[in-house]
């Protein structure tokens, strides 16, 4: 069956410190990845996709992530985090006509 | 402009009442979709238009009718909704059909008392 995981349901950091966020998937082909950050009460913004090409791609807010096809993984990092990412964070998966979303990461940045 | 709008920001209705939610993008999209969103839980699909027409209906309740009138716009009616369909209600919309990112409203807050 086709699914997105994501582990850490719930992850605590300190402000300045780096991050990582593991997003797996399982499907037969490479799909087309994606990240969303959602603050509370908010709709979802795009923060980087990745299609082919270069498997470290870029996005807004300084977050980066990597895909790598061996371990199935799209992985988000930012170096040095800031108290207003703070927010649920989803990776999503897209194949053919579907759009998958995983169950989220809540992200908490103590001072 | 990646903005898709959506009106109004939240809903209280009873459980007798007719309301409506709209969403609105003007990025040329020709996808548009309704989700819906539980706190902490990711959105969940419940319909999907491509060209004006309904591609995908995730076995969503008759009580919710989705109406597409042109390319720009996609509305949500509501009618005899139930406690337990509380929750945030997110329009989206992509290029196309297919593995497009997509881009979110805001979404309406929704209160069924």
């Known amino acids: 069956a086709q699914s997105v995981t994501q582990p850490d349901i719930h992850i605590t950091v300190s402000e300045g410190a780096s991050l990582e966020l593991r997003c797996n998937y399982s499907y037969g082909a490479t799909p087309y990845l994606f990240w969303y950050v959602q603050s509370p009460g908010q709709g979802l913004q795009l923060l980087l996709k990745?299609?082919?090409?270069?498997?470290l791609v870029q996005g807004i807010k300084g977050f980066e992530a990597e895909f790598k096809r061996s371990q199935s993984s799209f992985n988000l990092r930012k170096p040095s985090v800031h108290w207003s990412d703070a927010a649920e964070y989803f990776c999503?998966?897209?194949?053919?006509?579907?759009?998958?979303f995983g169950t989220g990461t809540s992200l908490t940045v103590i001072p | 402009d990646t903005e898709v709008t959506q009106t109004p920001k939240h809903l209280v209705m009873g459980m007798t009442n007719k309301k409506s939610l709209k969403c609105e993008q003007h990025m040329g999209h020709r996808a548009m979709y309704w989700y819906k969103q539980k706190a902490k839980k990711p959105p969940e699909l419940m319909f999907v238009y491509s060209y004006e027409k309904l591609s995908i209906n995730e076995s969503v309740p008759s009580r919710f009718s989705p109406e597409c009138p042109n390319s720009s716009l996609l509305n949500l009616h509501l009618h005899a909704l139930q406690p337990e369909d509380s929750a945030l209600y997110l329009c989206?919309?992509?290029?196309?059909?297919?593995?497009?990112?997509?881009?979110f409203g805001p979404g309406t807050r929704l209160t069924v008392t």
């Open positions: 989206a919309s992509s290029l196309q059909l297919g593995s497009y990112e997509q881009y």
């Open positions: 999503a998966v897209a194949t053919g006509n579907q759009f998958y």
């Open positions: 990745y299609f082919s090409g270069d498997t």
